[in-house]
Protein backbone atom coordinates (compact mmCIF):
# COMPACT_ATOMS: atom_id res chain seq x y z
CA UNK A 1 0.00 0.00 0.00
CA UNK A 2 1.33 3.44 -0.78
CA UNK A 3 -0.23 6.38 0.91
CA UNK A 4 -2.87 4.73 1.46
CA UNK A 5 -3.77 3.38 -2.12
CA UNK A 6 -3.73 -0.11 -2.87
CA UNK A 7 -0.92 -0.87 -5.85
CA UNK A 8 -1.50 -3.24 -8.90
CA UNK A 9 2.14 -3.42 -11.12
CA UNK A 10 0.90 -5.14 -14.65
CA UNK A 11 3.41 -6.43 -16.14
CA UNK A 12 2.95 -7.06 -20.26
CA UNK A 13 5.45 -9.57 -21.27
CA UNK A 14 6.23 -11.27 -24.33
CA UNK A 15 9.42 -13.29 -24.83
CA UNK A 16 10.90 -11.88 -21.63
CA UNK A 17 12.31 -15.05 -19.93
CA UNK A 18 15.47 -13.19 -19.42
CA UNK A 19 14.82 -9.94 -17.73
CA UNK A 20 11.09 -11.20 -16.35
CA UNK A 21 12.72 -11.87 -12.98
CA UNK A 22 14.46 -8.93 -12.04
CA UNK A 23 11.75 -6.56 -13.46
CA UNK A 24 9.62 -8.59 -10.93
CA UNK A 25 12.64 -8.72 -8.10
CA UNK A 26 13.22 -4.69 -8.21
CA UNK A 27 8.88 -3.73 -7.16
CA UNK A 28 9.15 -2.10 -3.82
CA UNK A 29 7.50 -4.02 -1.11
CA UNK A 30 4.54 -2.01 -0.83
CA UNK A 31 3.35 -2.90 -3.97
CA UNK A 32 0.15 -4.92 -3.09
CA UNK A 33 -0.36 -7.32 -6.53
CA UNK A 34 2.25 -7.59 -9.08
CA UNK A 35 -0.01 -9.02 -12.59
CA UNK A 36 1.79 -10.67 -14.96
CA UNK A 37 0.39 -11.02 -18.62
CA UNK A 38 1.63 -13.45 -20.79
CA UNK A 39 1.07 -12.61 -24.28
CA UNK A 40 1.60 -16.20 -25.61
CA UNK A 41 5.54 -16.27 -25.27
CA UNK A 42 7.06 -19.00 -26.97
CA UNK A 43 9.67 -19.02 -24.32
CA UNK A 44 9.99 -19.83 -20.36
CA UNK A 45 8.44 -16.54 -19.63
CA UNK A 46 5.30 -17.94 -17.55
CA UNK A 47 7.70 -20.97 -16.16
CA UNK A 48 10.02 -18.17 -14.58
CA UNK A 49 6.65 -16.34 -13.26
CA UNK A 50 5.24 -19.57 -11.59
CA UNK A 51 8.84 -20.76 -10.13
CA UNK A 52 8.45 -16.97 -7.80
CA UNK A 53 8.14 -17.30 -4.44
CA UNK A 54 6.27 -13.71 -4.81
CA UNK A 55 2.92 -14.21 -3.30
CA UNK A 56 1.68 -10.71 -4.99
CA UNK A 57 2.40 -12.32 -8.40
CA UNK A 58 -0.71 -13.24 -10.43
CA UNK A 59 -0.19 -15.22 -14.07
CA UNK A 60 -2.55 -14.60 -16.44
CA UNK A 61 -1.30 -16.11 -19.74
CA UNK A 62 -2.94 -15.60 -23.67
CA UNK A 63 -3.12 -18.67 -25.47
CA UNK A 64 -2.37 -17.01 -28.92
CA UNK A 65 -0.66 -13.58 -28.87
CA UNK A 66 -2.93 -10.72 -28.94
CA UNK A 67 -0.47 -8.04 -28.32
CA UNK A 68 0.66 -5.46 -26.04
CA UNK A 69 -2.42 -3.30 -25.84
CA UNK A 70 -4.65 -6.36 -25.23
CA UNK A 71 -2.26 -7.79 -22.56
CA UNK A 72 -2.65 -4.37 -20.46
CA UNK A 73 -6.40 -4.60 -20.75
CA UNK A 74 -6.28 -8.36 -19.40
CA UNK A 75 -4.00 -6.71 -16.11
CA UNK A 76 -6.22 -4.00 -15.64
CA UNK A 77 -9.22 -5.96 -15.16
CA UNK A 78 -7.73 -8.64 -13.05
CA UNK A 79 -6.15 -5.74 -10.76
CA UNK A 80 -9.43 -4.00 -10.86
CA UNK A 81 -10.88 -7.42 -9.51
CA UNK A 82 -8.04 -7.35 -6.86
CA UNK A 83 -9.52 -3.80 -5.53
CA UNK A 84 -6.39 -1.94 -6.43
CA UNK A 85 -6.75 1.39 -6.77
CA UNK A 86 -4.40 2.63 -8.50
CA UNK A 87 -3.21 0.55 -11.79
CA UNK A 88 0.41 0.57 -13.06
CA UNK A 89 2.00 -0.19 -16.34
CA UNK A 90 5.64 -1.66 -16.44
CA UNK A 91 7.00 -3.63 -18.73
CA UNK A 92 8.66 -7.34 -18.22
CA UNK A 93 11.72 -6.02 -20.07
CA UNK A 94 12.78 -4.06 -16.90
CA UNK A 95 13.03 -0.59 -18.80
CA UNK A 96 11.20 0.91 -15.85
CA UNK A 97 12.94 2.30 -13.38
CA UNK A 98 10.96 1.01 -9.62
CA UNK A 99 12.68 4.30 -8.01
CA UNK A 100 10.24 6.33 -10.69
CA UNK A 101 7.24 4.96 -9.20
CA UNK A 102 6.39 7.29 -6.38
CA UNK A 103 6.57 10.45 -8.89
CA UNK A 104 4.30 8.61 -10.98
CA UNK A 105 1.97 7.63 -8.26
CA UNK A 106 1.35 10.60 -6.44
CA UNK A 107 -0.57 13.00 -8.84
CA UNK A 108 -3.06 9.98 -8.83
CA UNK A 109 -3.11 9.17 -5.05
CA UNK A 110 -3.80 12.71 -3.69
CA UNK A 111 -6.21 13.16 -6.61
CA UNK A 112 -4.76 16.14 -8.45
CA UNK A 113 -4.43 13.36 -12.08
CA UNK A 114 -6.38 10.64 -13.29
CA UNK A 115 -4.00 9.11 -15.54
CA UNK A 116 -0.17 10.05 -15.74
CA UNK A 117 2.34 8.92 -18.23
CA UNK A 118 6.12 8.86 -17.75
CA UNK A 119 7.90 11.59 -20.04
CA UNK A 120 11.80 10.40 -20.95
CA UNK A 121 12.56 13.66 -22.71
CA UNK A 122 12.05 15.18 -19.17
CA UNK A 123 14.38 12.98 -17.88
CA UNK A 124 18.33 14.59 -17.16
CA UNK A 125 19.23 11.50 -18.87
CA UNK A 126 17.11 12.02 -21.95
CA UNK A 127 20.02 11.54 -24.22
CA UNK A 128 20.38 7.72 -23.24
CA UNK A 129 17.19 7.56 -25.48
CA UNK A 130 18.03 5.86 -28.98
CA UNK A 131 17.59 8.74 -31.61
CA UNK A 132 15.01 6.62 -33.67
CA UNK A 133 12.99 6.21 -30.95
CA UNK A 134 12.87 9.56 -29.89
CA UNK A 135 12.08 11.16 -33.72
CA UNK A 136 9.57 8.66 -33.69
CA UNK A 137 7.97 9.47 -30.64
CA UNK A 138 8.21 12.72 -30.91
CA UNK A 139 6.13 12.47 -34.25
CA UNK A 140 3.38 10.58 -32.66
CA UNK A 141 3.53 13.31 -29.99
CA UNK A 142 2.75 16.13 -32.12
CA UNK A 143 0.12 14.41 -33.63
CA UNK A 144 -1.78 13.29 -30.43
CA UNK A 145 -1.32 16.23 -28.77
CA UNK A 146 -2.89 17.75 -32.30
CA UNK A 147 -6.08 15.26 -31.79
CA UNK A 148 -6.80 14.95 -27.81
CA UNK A 149 -5.28 18.76 -27.12
CA UNK A 150 -3.70 16.92 -23.48
CA UNK A 151 -0.24 18.33 -23.31
CA UNK A 152 1.94 15.36 -23.81
CA UNK A 153 5.41 15.05 -24.64
CA UNK A 154 6.19 11.85 -24.67
CA UNK A 155 2.93 10.08 -25.60
CA UNK A 156 4.79 6.28 -26.72
CA UNK A 157 6.25 5.81 -23.21
CA UNK A 158 4.45 2.95 -21.59
CA UNK A 159 5.48 3.59 -18.26
CA UNK A 160 2.01 4.48 -16.73
CA UNK A 161 -0.34 5.29 -13.53
CA UNK A 162 -4.42 5.00 -14.04
CA UNK A 163 -6.90 5.37 -11.23
CA UNK A 164 -9.28 2.48 -10.77
CA UNK A 165 -12.30 4.94 -10.80
CA UNK A 166 -10.66 6.27 -14.56
CA UNK A 167 -9.87 2.49 -15.65
CA UNK A 168 -14.07 2.09 -14.74
CA UNK A 169 -15.17 5.10 -17.04
CA UNK A 170 -13.39 4.15 -20.16
CA UNK A 171 -14.43 1.36 -22.62
CA UNK A 172 -11.56 -1.16 -22.08
CA UNK A 173 -12.58 -3.74 -24.28
CA UNK A 174 -12.18 -1.32 -27.61
CA UNK A 175 -8.83 -0.31 -26.56
CA UNK A 176 -6.48 -1.32 -29.39
CA UNK A 177 -4.22 -4.38 -29.33
CA UNK A 178 -1.28 -3.75 -30.13
CA UNK A 179 1.44 -0.80 -31.52
CA UNK A 180 -0.86 2.67 -31.15
CA UNK A 181 -2.25 1.48 -27.71
CA UNK A 182 -1.10 4.63 -25.68
CA UNK A 183 -2.51 6.98 -28.68
CA UNK A 184 -5.78 4.79 -28.40
CA UNK A 185 -5.32 5.27 -24.78
CA UNK A 186 -4.93 8.75 -24.49
CA UNK A 187 -7.75 9.78 -27.18
CA UNK A 188 -10.50 7.89 -24.64
CA UNK A 189 -9.18 9.56 -21.50
CA UNK A 190 -9.61 13.16 -23.74
CA UNK A 191 -12.35 12.52 -24.57
CA UNK A 192 -14.24 12.36 -21.29
CA UNK A 193 -12.48 15.12 -19.75
CA UNK A 194 -10.11 13.11 -17.46
CA UNK A 195 -6.80 14.72 -16.03
CA UNK A 196 -3.34 13.26 -17.70
CA UNK A 197 -0.28 14.51 -16.67
CA UNK A 198 3.57 13.33 -17.36
CA UNK A 199 6.46 13.29 -14.57
CA UNK A 200 9.97 12.78 -15.63
CA UNK A 201 11.10 9.02 -15.82
CA UNK A 202 14.65 7.31 -16.81
CA UNK A 203 15.07 6.15 -19.81
CA UNK A 204 16.39 2.62 -19.69
CA UNK A 205 18.49 1.11 -22.43
CA UNK A 206 21.03 -1.65 -23.14
CA UNK A 207 21.68 -1.12 -26.56
CA UNK A 208 18.70 -3.46 -27.92
CA UNK A 209 16.98 -2.43 -31.08
CA UNK A 210 13.78 -0.10 -30.95
CA UNK A 211 11.14 -2.29 -31.74
CA UNK A 212 9.50 0.81 -33.75
CA UNK A 213 9.47 0.34 -37.58
CA UNK A 214 8.63 2.99 -40.02
CA UNK A 215 5.02 1.34 -40.70
CA UNK A 216 4.31 1.17 -37.14
CA UNK A 217 4.12 5.03 -37.11
CA UNK A 218 1.93 5.08 -39.78
CA UNK A 219 -0.78 2.63 -38.04
CA UNK A 220 -0.16 4.41 -34.74
CA UNK A 221 -1.07 7.43 -36.68
CA UNK A 222 -4.34 5.87 -38.08
CA UNK A 223 -4.94 4.62 -34.86
CA UNK A 224 -5.09 8.00 -33.49
CA UNK A 225 -6.61 9.73 -35.85
CA UNK A 226 -9.28 6.83 -35.96
CA UNK A 227 -9.87 7.18 -32.12
CA UNK A 228 -10.79 11.04 -32.70
CA UNK A 229 -13.78 10.26 -35.04
CA UNK A 230 -15.25 7.63 -32.83
CA UNK A 231 -15.00 9.70 -29.83
CA UNK A 232 -16.97 12.79 -31.61
CA UNK A 233 -19.83 11.91 -29.61
CA UNK A 234 -18.18 11.57 -26.51
CA UNK A 235 -16.27 15.23 -26.35
CA UNK A 236 -19.66 16.74 -27.35
CA UNK A 237 -21.37 15.32 -24.39
CA UNK A 238 -18.84 15.88 -21.98
CA UNK A 239 -18.98 19.44 -23.46
CA UNK A 240 -21.93 20.07 -22.62
CA UNK A 241 -21.46 19.30 -18.98
CA UNK A 242 -18.93 21.77 -18.50
CA UNK A 243 -15.02 21.97 -19.02
CA UNK A 244 -12.68 20.20 -16.96
CA UNK A 245 -9.07 21.06 -17.20
CA UNK A 246 -6.93 18.83 -18.77
CA UNK A 247 -3.09 19.34 -18.54
Known amino acids: MYQGSRIAVVVPAYREQQRIEVTIAGLPSWVDHVVVVDDASDDGTSARVRALADTRVTLIRHEANRGVGAAIVSGYRAALAQGADVLVVMAGDNQMDPRDLPALLAPVVWGHA ?111 LRRHALERGTRSAASSLGDVAIS
Not at 157 to 186: K, M, Q
Open 114 to 224: DYVKGNRFLHVEAARMPLPRRLGSAALSRLTRALTRLDVDDTQCGYTALGANAARALPLEELWPRYGYPNDLLGMLAARRLLVREVPVRPVYAGEASGLRPWHLATIAWVA
